[in-house]
């Protein structure tokens, strides 16, 4: 059964601590997304790749976060230093996109998310 | 940037109802819409995607449709049960890019 596979599922820390997130995406899928869930903000895109190639990372705050894909199977989120308002679900999801114009990923699927908690 | 809106942001129905939830986006051209369920605690699992020569997708009792002119699509539930009480979003993306923009989500109860 195909899913999308994260780590941690569950995080605390504390503030000024260093924070790697895992995702390991749908096999043949070429296209993985990081969003961030909170209440109030709902889903907001970080980042995605695409090839693994950085295509958008205008999502996420560039002084702590970094997000890297070293390779088609493995991809990261990094918060260097955590901040309390980094506390929120953190979901990867991955799809398949074609080389057409207009961009279409497909079906996306996400995983159960990394729930961050900085105190 | 795409926005989406859902309406109603929650609902209540009794067992057995049908029940319509909406979702708008500023942009109306849009590629891909996808809908979601999202169960308390968990991820989001796909429901239904309508891909750029579409208008409508069935699964089930979950029907979807999309009007791109107006930048509308609706979801509609047949005869409603306790187990389809969950979280709804819809998603879409445009050419700005292949990220799908999420809507914040209509909270669904249905009371036995």
């Known amino acids: 059964d195909a899913r999308v596979t994260q780590t941690p599922r569950d995080k605390v820390t504390e503030m000024g601590q260093e924070v790697t997130m895992r995702c390991q995406p749908i096999?043949?899928?070429?296209?993985v997304f990081w969003y961030r869930q909170t209440m109030m903000q709902g889903l907001e895109l970080l980042a995605y790749?695409?090839?693994?190639?950085?295509?958008?990372d205008s999502g996420m705050p560039k002084d702590r976060f970094s997000a890297e894909m070293p390779d088609a199977t493995l991809a990261t989120l990094k918060i260097q230093p955590s901040e309390p308002r980094d506390s929120a679900v953190y979901f990867c999801?991955?799809?398949?996109?074609?080389?057409?114009?207009?961009?279409?990923?497909?079906?996306?699927?996400f995983g159960e998310g990394s729930r961050l908690t900085v105190l | 940037k795409q926005e989406v809106t859902q309406i109603p942001a929650a609902l209540s129905v009794p067992e057995g109802e049908n029940l319509v939830l909406n979702c708008s986006f500023t942009?109306?051209?849009?590629?891909?819409l996808q809908w979601f369920r999202q169960d308390p605690g968990k991820g989001l699992t796909s429901l239904l995607l309508?891909?750029?020569?579409?208008r409508e997708q069935t699964s089930g009792r979950l029907n979807a449709s999309l009007d791109k002119s107006s930048g509308r699509s609706t979801l509609y539930i047949a005869a409603s049960q306790p187990g389809d009480s969950a979280t709804y979003l819809c998603?879409?993306?445009?050419?700005?890019?292949?990220?799908?923009?999420f809507g914040k989500g209509t909270s669904l109860l249905v009371t036995p």
């Open positions: 309508i891909q750029s020569s579409q």
């Open positions: 998603a879409g993306n445009s050419n700005s890019g292949y990220a799908l923009n």
């Open positions: 999801a991955s799809g398949l996109s074609g080389q057409t114009w207009p961009p279409q990923t497909g079906e996306l699927f």
């Open positions: 790749f695409r090839n693994r190639a950085p295509l958008d």
């Open positions: 942009d109306s051209a849009i590629y891909n």
């Open positions: 096999l043949g899928h070429n296209t």
